[in-house]
């Protein structure tokens, strides 16, 4: 078996061997830092004198000049000797397909992995946190102070944000003192206070049975996305198939039921694995990922599309198609090349095919999607708030790649064999494009000849690409808000006893208004409103969303409700947000 070695190296500098070092395993890359100090991986291949287990994988940490190990206790015993592993089966011998989001933080502090990793001995897998190459924390301890809180169970590392303020873990075990099922749950684990919540929060005796695959958290660990086979809200989900929640303080909400053989639910192949499930910057307002799932009422094929859900306005639409295409024998991918995700440079910040906001989806289809689509070959597409536009040739025999994209969107990058400028003259070899909004690359101005004039060269000019039209509408946004009458007494005494919010809004342009109104229902704040409208022009409207079950019950017994009720606008980057109290009667 070939060995596989990780070198650490700087402009000017030899190059440092981390390791292994001549020993027949492979190696998977786990993390690296922001300033490239500390990188972790995973290995078959004792590497100190101190890895002594009998059995499984280690994690190692290059750390400096270092090389120290992961999995041990404050003494520098190892935790296990059957080894640690990143995740659920994201053993070394692979690529780590089920590798779970940041399992090193970006400043390289923390390290989240989950010992023994393999079955050892009867012991139950555990989910840790190495901090600062110091101590080390169990965050899959049980909180639950119940007598009845059930035995052990192996609990798993599923991903954390990226900086490592908060974890992810599965587990059958109750963790804590709401969970009173032998279903597998996900919990959040927040470093700074060590306290546990559990996310997978259904109807009242609902199994959650979440998946022991990957969860996909926000950048601020707020908002977590997951797969369960349990179906978490009356009437959304399919039992025993891969439904995708979303979770946070207000609760849980759906989005959609995947294929049992979508790329997220199996971990493979691996190029789709790592790089078809994305979730937006900031707060994870948006997710995007690939299934072959009918998932709305425009895909009637079986062939596999992406989809793009937006949390606020809890609306999921598809964007491999516009109306009367898409649904053609032809699938999709939204994967970068396989060089890159196998091994990416620095996986805690491996590059992604949406954009930071989540405005932007790149992809690739050999179905022709637009009517400058001219070929049957594979052309390159890029979605941008519902608008797609093409960025390869769309005609000819010559297929495209999309190469990666800028973090922004602004600039994607596509290979081809096809000359899709004037100076590109070699005869069919293979090249990467630039594709700018605004323009790309400037072409080099031809060389100087005494036989001919300026008129006989190649004229410079960039390769740009069109934005989709509703991209010029969408730049045009403003920072304004939703105008909101604030509701008198007599309006807030209506709403308490009829049991539905009335909002007047006044949107200064068309486009889609929702409401979500959260409030404090016994231990946790909740969803306890929800709704939209379109504005079909500038002016008043009105919006209406009923109450929820436990708010009504609340109200109907004597009790408040502080609202915390946030409108938001499609076209407007701010949200309008106002607090109501609702009283019931006494």
């Not at 009845?148 to 609990?155: E, K, L, M, S, V």
């Not at 306290?195 to 969860?215: F, K």
């Not at 499930?277 to 995007?288: D, E, L, T």
């Not at 989709?468 to 909101?484: F, I, K, M, Q």
Request: glycine content about 12%.
């Amino acid at each position: 078996m070939e060995a596989g070695s990780l070198y650490r190296g700087s402009p000017g500098e030899p190059l440092t061997l981390l390791g292994p070092d001549g020993h027949a395993a492979l190696l998977s890359v786990l993390g690296v830092s922001d300033d490239a100090r500390h990188v972790v991986f995973q290995t078959g291949s004792g590497l100190l004198p101190g890895d002594t287990r009998t059995q499984g994988d280690q994690i190692y940490e290059y750390v400096g000049t270092s090389l120290r190990l992961v999995a041990v206790d404050a003494g520098g015993e190892l935790l296990s000797p059957c080894g640690a592993t990143a995740g659920w089966g994201s053993g070394s011998s692979t690529s780590s397909p089920n590798l779970p989001p940041h399992p090193l933080s970006r400043d390289g502090r923390r390290i989240f992995f989950t010992s023994p990793a393999s079955a050892c001995g009867g012991s139950f897998a555990r989910a840790f946190m190495r901090e600062d190459g110091a101590t080390t924390t169990e965050i899959s301890a049980s909180q639950c102070t119940r007598p009845d809180c059930g035995a052990p169970a192996d609990a798993i590392f599923s991903g954390a944000n990226p900086d490592g303020s908060a974890a992810f873990l599965a587990t059958t075990q109750q963790l804590t003192n709401d969970d009173v099922d032998d279903s597998r749950d996900l919990y959040r684990y927040d470093v700074a206070s060590g306290t546990l919540s559990r996310v997978s929060v259904g109807s009242p005796g609902t199994a959650a049975d979440v998946m022991p695959v990957r969860a996909m958290p926000s950048d601020d660990g707020r908002r977590v996305y997951f797969l369960a086979h349990g179906v978490l809200m009356p009437g959304r989900g399919t039992t025993g198939m891969p439904n995708l929640y979303v979770g946070d303080d207000d609760g849980v909400r759906f989005v959609g039921t995947l294929a049992a053989d979508d790329d997220w639910p199996t971990g493979y192949p691996l190029e789709d694995a790592l790089q078809e499930v994305a979730v937006s910057s900031g707060g994870g307002g948006r997710i995007m990922f690939v299934t072959s799932a009918p998932l709305t009422a425009d895909d009637t094929d079986v062939h596999r599309d992406v989809y793009l859900y937006d949390d606020a306005e809890a609306r999921l639409v598809r964007v491999s198609g516009v109306p009367g295409s898409g649904n053609g024998p032809f699938g999709v991918k939204a994967s970068l090349p396989w060089i890159l995700i196998s091994r990416p440079p620095f996986p805690t910040d491996t590059p992604s095919s949406l954009s930071e906001g989540g405005r932007r989806v790149f992809f690739s289809t050999a179905e022709a999607l637009l009517p400058e689509d001219a070929n049957s070959v594979v052309d390159v597409y890029e979605w941008a708030d519902g608008s797609l536009g093409l960025l390869s040739a769309g005609t000819g025999a010559d297929g495209a790649t999309l190469s990666g994209a800028s973090a922004d969107g602004s600039t994607a990058f596509v290979s081809t064999t096809a000359g899709l400028v004037p100076w590109d003259d070699d005869r069919g070899d293979a090249d990467i494009y630039a594709a700018r909004l605004g323009g790309g690359f400037p072409a080099p101005s031809p060389p100087p000849s005494p036989a001919c004039d300026d008129a006989c060269g190649v004229s410079p000019r960039r390769l740009s690409r069109p934005d989709p039209a509703s991209l010029a509408r969408h730049e045009r946004r403003t920072a304004a808000r939703l105008g909101v009458r604030r509701p008198g007494r007599a309006a807030l005494r209506r709403m308490s006893t009829s049991g539905r919010l009335t909002l007047v809004v006044l949107a200064p342009r068309p486009g889609r208004v929702t409401v979500v109104a959260t409030a404090r229902v016994g231990r946790r704040a909740r969803t306890v409103a929800r709704g939209g409208t379109r504005a079909r022009r500038a002016g008043r409207l009105a919006l209406r969303p009923r109450l929820s079950a436990a708010a009504r019950r609340r109200l109907a017994k004597g009790g408040s409700l502080d609202l915390r009720v946030v409108l938001r606008h499609s076209r407007l980057d701010r949200a309008s947000v106002i607090r109501l109290t609702l009283a019931g009667a006494k």
